[in-house]
Structures are given as structure tokens and as C-alpha cells.
């Protein structure tokens, strides 16, 4: 077992015991926010064949060399082709077709003109200028051509990538499940945000904390409960999740004191505890273990800590758990715009708001960071990194951090 490691050091072991669970078969349109669970290559040409990309007319090119103002060119027109209807005549020497947006080019014809350059009745169409091969037609395969790779494996389908996969014909993808997440809120003096708070209790924020942060991603959250402070109670939790569940978050007992029981309980269903705290702050508070390649991970009962830690240490395991082939949050640098006071004997993660008015990426932090202070995350998007044994910073300095 490893204590207080540096927070990377924590991202990446968790982030390689993380395995994608399986995939299924989805409707498209469910499929929005899910992973792509195979490559996508593309079966098929996109477009399957030469389309006008205007209304006009379709003709061979080598019939308007000579065409000019004083010298027009005029060709008899074959038939006339919607959108959708195939032709039914090839286009010879001295003809056209004339075509809508979008209508495939008839076997013979090489280019097309938009009617607004010619003349034309309804049996011929004159034209003042030559035109190329291949003028104003978009080429069979000119979106995607066949055997292309679209997207790879792991990747998050967004509005271009489930309009590709119906382009291409794939109306079942497979996705990956959405992996189930164990969620356990611990503490005695811990009641749920619905109950009515006796005094000296404080309500549950952490339970609805971790079900946005999770559901974000494409988890499930299942709620297990709420356990107070003692072993056997928390590890029975522990346990229907290691039984119902793909991980489990805890919240709360994991600090050093006599209540502090979430590392035992782990220890009692079996969890081999790979870490002890991260050197973070806030954050730092923590127990990472495993049991039958299930990550069990115990964060801080402190709400902003717990965030803290997950999105730095947490979240890439969370998203390879999903099936993301690039689970890292993008890395970032960010001009802090607001000073901060303190000094960083250990790493220090800010969280703030990015600014990119004017183009500049700024970090907005609200004032009080404190590991208690739920309500300064609140429209948080990024964080910056303060290295270990920093003093205070002050406003313009540049930090690397990433977007969470
Ligand atoms: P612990 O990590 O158990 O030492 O708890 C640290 C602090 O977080 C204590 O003040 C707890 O009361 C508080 N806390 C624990 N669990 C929660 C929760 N689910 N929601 C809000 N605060 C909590
Ligand atoms: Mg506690």
C-alpha cells in the first residue's frame, strides 16, 4: 500500500486497473453521449455516386470547349431527374440532362451547370462559357470514402458521429454498457437532503454531488445507502456493491481519526487498499482499493475535497470504466484572473471558471477554496495545478491545469 502519492502517480495506477465494460447494441437514437465500442470504418462511399451539387443541367464538358458569348452552345435535353430518380438515358454528344440538387449524374454527363448561367426551354439549354470534367459535382465518396477509419473504438458519439453512422447505415451500434457505480454515503451525523435535519446533523450533499458528476460521464449511480460510522453497517454496503456493481464511491471515514472506519470496512469485504491519501489539497483524504478487478475508492466526507479528488484522480479510471479511448481531461494553461493568497506546501488544485473572452484562457477562482466550501464549485469547469512548495500567487500568473 502506497500513502500520500503524487496525485499523477494516483490517476495513472487507477486509471490502468480501470477495464471498458462490455458493449451492446443500441438504437441510434439513444445512442447520443454513449462509446463507440467498435471502429468504424466506413463499409461505403459517401455519396454512393456523382451528384449534382445544383439544380441544373448535366452534360459532357467536352461539348462546351468552344462555348462563349458570341459562339453559344446548345444541347437537347433528355429528361428531367428529381432528386432520387435515376435516369433513364445516357447523355450523348449535343444533350443534357436536366437535374435537381442532389440527383445522380446520368451515365455520359462529366460536369453540371446551375441553370441560373443558361437559357433554356423545356427541350434544350444553351450555355456562354466551357465548362471542366467534374464541374459542380460532388464526387462519389467525397464525404467518406470506403474503408476509411471515421472513428475508433472508444470514442464518445456526439451530433457528427451518430449522423455518420446513419450515413452509413448502422442503425444498432455497439456502445458500451453504461457501467453501474456503487455510490455510499457514510457519517452519523449525515441525513438525506429530503429528511428533516435534528440539530447537529448536516444534510447529504455528496450523494447528489457524485450522481452529476457520474451520470456526466455515462455511468448508472446506484445509491446503496447511507451508512453511519460503523464497520459492519458500511461494509454490508460495500458489499451489495461489489455484488450489483461495475465500482463503488464511498464518501467520508477515511481521514485517521477514531470514526474514520471506511478503510476497515473495505478491508472486511475483501478490498485489497492500494492507496492511502494523495499529497493534494484539498483532497487529500483518501483510500483507493480493488476486489476482483472492481475499484472500490473511499474519498473524503468533506464535499469539495471529495470533488477535488475525484476529478484529478478519479475521473479518467471513471471514463475508461465507460469505454473513453482518450480518458485524460483536456490539459490546459490558464492566466489565473483573481490572486490567490495562501501558500502550497502540497500540490494545490483551484477551481474556478474559465474566461476566454478577447481569446485569452483565464481561470476565475472564487475566493474561498477551502475543502468544506461546496457552494464555490458551483459552474466550476476547470482546474489549476499550484505546485508543491509555491507561495501565493498572484493574478496574470500562468498554471497548467485541465478542464473538468
Ligand atoms: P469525514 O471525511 O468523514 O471525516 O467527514 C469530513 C466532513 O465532511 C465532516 O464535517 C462531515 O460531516 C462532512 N460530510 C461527510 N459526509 C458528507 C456528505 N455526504 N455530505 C456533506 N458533508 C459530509
Ligand atoms: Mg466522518
Known amino acids: 500500500?502506497?500513502?500520500?502519492?503524487?496525485?499523477?502517480?494516483?490517476?495513472?495506477?487507477?486509471?490502468?486497473?480501470?477495464?471498458?465494460?462490455?458493449?451492446?447494441?443500441?438504437?441510434?437514437?439513444?445512442?447520443?453521449?454513449?462509446?463507440?465500442?467498435?471502429?468504424?470504418?466506413?463499409?461505403?462511399?459517401?455519396?454512393?455516386?456523382?451528384?449534382?451539387?445544383?439544380?441544373?443541367?448535366?452534360?459532357?464538358?467536352?461539348?462546351?470547349?468552344?462555348?462563349?458569348?458570341?459562339?453559344?452552345?446548345?444541347?437537347?435535353?433528355?429528361?428531367?431527374?428529381?432528386?432520387?430518380?435515376?435516369?433513364?438515358?445516357?447523355?450523348?454528344?449535343?444533350?443534357?440532362?436536366?437535374?435537381?440538387?442532389?440527383?445522380?449524374?446520368?451515365?455520359?454527363?462529366?460536369?453540371v451547370?446551375?441553370?441560373?448561367?443558361?437559357?433554356?426551354?423545356?427541350?434544350?439549354?444553351?450555355?456562354?462559357?466551357?465548362?471542366?470534367?467534374?464541374?459542380?459535382?460532388?464526387?462519389?465518396?467525397?464525404?467518406?470514402?470506403?474503408?476509411?477509419?471515421?472513428?475508433?473504438?472508444?470514442?464518445?458519439?456526439d451530433a457528427g458521429l451518430?449522423?455518420?453512422?446513419?450515413?452509413?447505415?448502422v442503425a444498432r451500434p455497439l456502445v458500451y454498457r453504461q457501467p453501474v457505480v456503487g455510490l455510499i454515503s457514510t457519517g452519523s451525523e449525515v441525513v438525506e437532503a429530503e429528511d428533516p435535519q435534528p440539530d447537529g446533523k448536516i444534510r447529504n450533499a455528496n450523494r447528489a454531488t457524485f450522481t452529476a458528476l457520474l451520470e456526466k460521464e455515462g455511468c448508472q449511480v446506484r445509491y446503496l445507502g447511507l451508512a453511519g460510522d460503523e464497520e459492519a453497517a458500511i461494509a454490508a454496503l460495500i458489499a451489495e456493491g461489489l455484488a450489483a456493481c461495475d465500482a463503488v464511491i464511498l464518501t467520508g471515514g477515511v481521514s485517521v481519526g477514531d470514526w474514520d472506519v471506511t478503510p476497515a470496512a473495505m478491508e472486511r469485504c475483501g478490498v485489497d487498499i492500494l492507496v492511502r491519501g494523495v499529497a493534494m489539497k484539498p483532497g487529500m483524504a483518501c483510500a483507493y482499493g480493488i476486489r476482483d478487478n472492481k475499484l472500490v475508492l473511499g474519498l473524503s466526507g468533506n464535499p469539495a475535497s471529495a470533488l477535488t479528488n475525484y476529478c484529478a484522480c478519479v475521473l479518467p479510471a471513471i471514463r475508461r470504466l465507460c469505454g473513453r479511448a482518450n480518458p485524460l481531461p483536456a490539459e490546459i494553461e490558464?492566466?489565473?484572473?483573481?490572486?490567490?493568497?495562501?501558500?502550497?506546501?502540497?500540490?494545490?488544485?483551484?477551481?474556478?471558471?474559465?474566461?476566454?473572452?478577447?481569446?485569452?484562457?483565464?481561470?476565475?477562482?472564487?475566493?474561498?477554496?477551502?475543502?468544506?466550501?461546496?457552494?464555490?464549485?458551483?459552474?466550476?469547469?476547470?482546474?489549476?495545478?499550484?505546485?508543491?512548495?509555491?507561495?501565493?500567487v498572484e493574478a496574470g500568473t500562468k498554471l497548467k491545469g485541465f478542464v473538468i
Open 162 to 169: 451518430a449522423g455518420t453512422l446513419a450515413a452509413q447505415g
Open 334 to 392: 490558464m492566466t489565473l484572473a483573481t490572486p490567490f493568497k495562501k501558500k502550497s506546501p502540497a500540490t494545490r488544485f483551484l477551481r474556478g471558471r474559465l474566461d476566454l473572452t478577447g481569446g485569452a484562457v483565464r481561470l476565475a477562482c472564487p475566493k474561498d477554496q477551502g475543502n468544506v466550501v461546496l457552494s464555490s464549485t458551483i459552474g466550476c469547469d476547470a482546474m489549476a495545478v499550484i505546485p508543491a512548495g509555491s507561495g501565493p
Open 113 to 157: 451547370i446551375n441553370f441560373e448561367r443558361t437559357e433554356f426551354t423545356e427541350t434544350s439549354v444553351t450555355l456562354f462559357a466551357p465548362l471542366k470534367s467534374g464541374d459542380n459535382v460532388v464526387k462519389r465518396g467525397e464525404d467518406v470514402a470506403a474503408g476509411a477509419l471515421l472513428a475508433p473504438k472508444g470514442t464518445m458519439i
Open 1 to 111: 500500500m502506497k500513502s500520500e502519492i503524487y496525485w499523477v502517480e494516483a490517476r495513472d495506477l487507477l486509471l490502468s486497473l480501470a477495464a471498458p465494460v462490455a458493449a451492446e447494441a443500441v438504437a441510434l437514437a439513444q445512442s447520443a453521449g454513449r462509446v463507440l465500442g467498435f471502429d468504424l470504418t466506413a463499409p461505403e462511399d459517401v455519396p454512393p455516386f456523382d451528384r449534382s451539387a445544383y439544380d441544373g443541367y448535366a452534360l459532357r464538358a467536352a461539348d462546351t470547349v468552344a462555348a462563349s458569348r458570341e459562339h453559344p452552345v446548345t444541347l437537347a435535353i433528355t429528361e428531367t431527374l428529381p432528386a432520387g430518380k435515376v435516369a433513364t438515358l445516357p447523355v450523348k454528344t449535343g444533350q443534357a440532362a436536366h437535374l435537381m440538387t442532389g440527383a445522380k449524374l446520368p451515365e455520359g454527363a462529366d460536369c
